[in-house]
Every structure is written in C-alpha cells, then in structure tokens.
C-alpha cells in the first residue's frame, strides 16, 4: 500500500493526528484482546466503516473516532505501540521531519473528567500518556530512521483540561515535545476565547512554548483572527478561510505565517468546497508559506502521497513548488534552530540545491 513519494524526494510533515493514524490491524488486536467491541471483524471491513470514500459532516466525522479509541485508549501496551508503528508509516512514506499531535486526555483513562470513551475507571493519566507516547516515538526514531517530535493538543470542548496541556508541554520539552495546538470543533461558540485556553496559551508564550491553532478549517477568518491575536499562534492549522478576509490574508502573508494545509482532508471533511478554488491554489500563487499533510490518514484511508497527488494532478504543483513548500515546512517547524539546519541541509542535498544557490534560503 505505502509507497515511496516519487513526487518529492524527502517530505517535511506538521500536522498529522496520532489518533487519526492507528493501523487498523493494531486496532482489532486490541479490540479482541481487551474485550472491547468494535463495529467489524476484518481489516477491511474496519477499513470500510472508519474510512470516508465522500465527504462527510464534522460531526460524522468525529464519531468515527467513538468506533476504534475504546479500544487504544487506557491500555499502556497500545498507546506505545500506536506510536512506534507511527514513526514506521512515516518511515515508509519518505519523511524525514513529523510533528506529531494528540490529545493526552483523550488517551487517558484516570484523573480525567469527564472520562472519555465511556472507559470505566482505570489507572492511566493524562501524564503517563505522554510519557509512553515518547516512548513509542523514541523507539521508532531509532529503528525506522524519521526524525520526530510532538505536539500536544487542548481540545476546545473541554478547557478545563487545558491547563495540563501546557504544564505536559513544559514538563516533557527535550523528550519530543516541542508545542500546544487547539483542536477539536472550531464552530463552538466563543470558544477560542475560552479563559482555559486563553491562559494556557499565555503560560505557553511566557515559557517558550510553541503554538499552533486549528483555525479557518470549518470556521470563518474571524476564528484564525482569534487565534493569531488572542492566542499567538506561530501557525494555523488549515486555515483555509483566512483568504475570505483580504486585509487578514495580506497581513498574515506579511507576518509570513505558516499554514499547515491538509489538501484530501479538507475535501472529505468538506472544509473546502470543491465548486471554489482551494486556498492552496492561492497559496501558491503568492508564494505564501505552507506545508501539505495527511492529518487523520486512517480515516481520510490515504497516505502523505495522496496530499501530494491530488494537489500534483488536480491543481497543477510542480516539483519546484513541493521543494519549496518542505523547505518552508522545515524552517516553521518548531524545531530549535541547530536542529533546523540540520534539516534543512538534508532537504537542500536530497534536492540537489547546492548551499550557494539556497544561500538566500539558509536561516
Ligand atoms: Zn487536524
């Protein structure tokens, strides 16, 4: 199934879902080992009921999750393995760069309210979850070879559990930690100005925490307006709405903010209207600063060269363009910045830019 992206050598990813990439043979392993029911007994019938073919509404989308984490959620053994087998797929679809994002408490099954799931009470914080998530992806970077770090997600229903986030973020900095993010549903009223995220994301600027925001996907320009000047986001998540307020688009294409763009997501989640231009299209035509990612490939059933394919054959990318969006990708990551040129002189050689031609490039 995986393949190499002939597309572009070496790929840079940034917004990608843990949760949204478990293989479906882990998922009924555990289903069965656990007792927890699962809505098939197959690969591909699991395949088939998890998986979108067209798109669907936000909140058919978010109740395919209620099919599978029951049973990944609050099992020590599942929740190292979702991630080490993580960092192998990526190894397989030529990245060489992934952040990677999660909710803690989505994965936890003790000392958090409400309890997800409807798991019945177990032992497994939200604390311990990072810690066996770095597990996983510490393990895999040695045995597959992908550099990786991770992002821990607030979930705008829940801001009550906000306040951990970025006490996990600063706890577990250097052990592949390296920035917040918001997710979950943007069209909840008022809810980027929630006093729980608003404040963690404050205590997140104070230490040196960075942000990201999922802003403009379902929701309007005002919500990435919310999340640049309320929550200092240093990237949007998807953001393709941004571009219906101009005096918006233009500032953020000053300020050089990155979109984290997730082309075959935003069609099956119905983000983006297919009967309009994707923002992506635009992006490109102003040279503005982005990247192209998978976000929940279980679900979207496609791999990073889907993103690659579809944006290649349905809107007329060049090679030249998907260079130049991984270098980009590369210098917004949130990586330090030793670390960044280090990566990006990967990316240089792996595209035959010799260090005098990418001069202008280089940090
Ligand atoms: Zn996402």
């Not at 994002?101 to 936890?108: K, V």
């Amino acid at each position: 199934v995986f393949s190499l992206s002939s597309l572009c050598p070496l790929q840079v990813e940034l917004h990608v879902h843990l949760d949204g990439s478990i293989k479906p043979e882990t998922i009924l392993y555990y289903g069965r080992k656990r007792g927890v029911p699962l809505p098939a007994d197959t690969v591909e019938e699991l395949k088939n009921i998890i998986g979108m073919d067209k798109p669907l509404s936000l909140p058919g989308f978010l109740a395919k999750f209620n099919y599978y984490m029951p049973a990944i959620a609050g099992c020590r053994e599942a929740i190292k393995r979702i991630a080490y087998e993580f960092v192998e797929t990526k190894a397989k679809e030529g990245v060489v760069y992934v952040e990677v994002r999660y909710s803690p408490h989505l994965l936890a099954n003790y000392k958090v309210e409400p309890m997800p799931w409807n798991q019945p009470k177990g032992d497994i914080t939200p604390d311990e979850v990072v810690y066996l998530v770095n597990q996983g992806l510490q393990e895999g970077e040695r045995d597959f070879g992908v550099k990786v770090r991770s992002i821990l997600c607030c979930m705008r229903h829940e801001p009550s559990w906000s306040s951990e986030v970025v006490e996990l973020c600063k706890k577990y900095r250097h052990q592949t930690v390296v920035g917040i993010d918001l997710a979950g549903d943007e069209t909840i009223d008022g809810s980027s100005l929630f006093p729980g995220h608003v404040k963690a994301y404050e205590e997140a600027v104070k230490n040196g925490i960075h942000r990201t925001v999922h802003a403009g996907e379902a929701g309007t320009a005002e919500r990435v307006k919310e999340a640049v000047d309320n929550l200092k986001t240093e990237r949007v998540g998807h953001g393709y709405h941004t571009v219906e307020d101009e005096a918006l688009y233009k500032r953020l294409l000053e300020n050089n903010m990155h979109f984290e763009v997730c082309p075959w997501s935003s069609y099956l989640t119905g983000s983006w209207n297919p009967d309009t231009e994707h923002a992506v299209v635009r992006f490109k035509r102003d040279q503005a600063n982005y990247s192209l990612n998978t976000d929940d490939p279980l679900i979207f059933k496609s791999t990073l060269d889907t993103d690659y394919q579809m944006t290649k054959q349905k809107m007329g990318f060049t090679e030249e363009e998907f260079k130049r969006l991984n270098i980009n990708a590369a210098k917004s990551s949130f990586l330090p910045e030793d670390e960044k040129r280090e990566l990006l002189a990967l990316l240089y050689k792996a595209y035959g830019m010799p260090p005098a031609a990418s001069g202008g490039m280089l940090l």
